[in-house]
């Protein structure tokens, strides 16, 4: 097949899906690029059906936030324990999924983490209201980054707490 003929067979393939870019011809980049597209529509399902098991009260524009703002996405239980992390997470910070499930977001934090700066996340969440937030975090091999964290409880159809939600990213 020639060249031309694949890349316009993949712009018709990929055209109506949305995914805010297109892959480049070599099938090392599309392979890769193919992947996270995977996992992140593996993520979008995922978090939905929790959302529908949950009997959540808002629908979270899922897709948006994975696929065209590149977050990753943090379910806690309204314990804070971990319920689910995004794959993306491995990419962020270098723990994978099931390595923090159970676990609470404190496992990010360190000697560099602001504790007015969690103090404030403390206060939302038991006042069980929104926050945003810049802090440091720690990666897996002890390396720190700023993370912006956008969370929020989340409330079933009957109005009880049921989870807390967070859409967090590395910044500068």
Known sequence: MKAPFYEEAITQFY????LGGSPIASLDFYASFF???SRNMQDITNLSSLSKQGKWKVIFPF???????NHTVVVTDADIN?????QNM???NGYKPEEIIGEKPKIFQGKD???KTTQVISKAIKSRTPFEVVLVNYKKNGAPYQCKIKGAPIWDKD???VN???????VA
């Open 159 to 161: 109005g009880k707490l």
């Open 164 to 170: 807390f939600i967070a859409f967090e990213k590395e």
């Open 90 to 92: 491995y990419f962020m």
């Open 63 to 69: 897709h948006q936030e994975i696929m065209d703002k």
């Open 15 to 18: 055209g109506e899906m949305k």
């Open 35 to 37: 992947d996270s597209i």
């Open 82 to 86: 971990i319920v689910y992390a995004t």
């Open 113 to 115: 983490t602001c504790p």
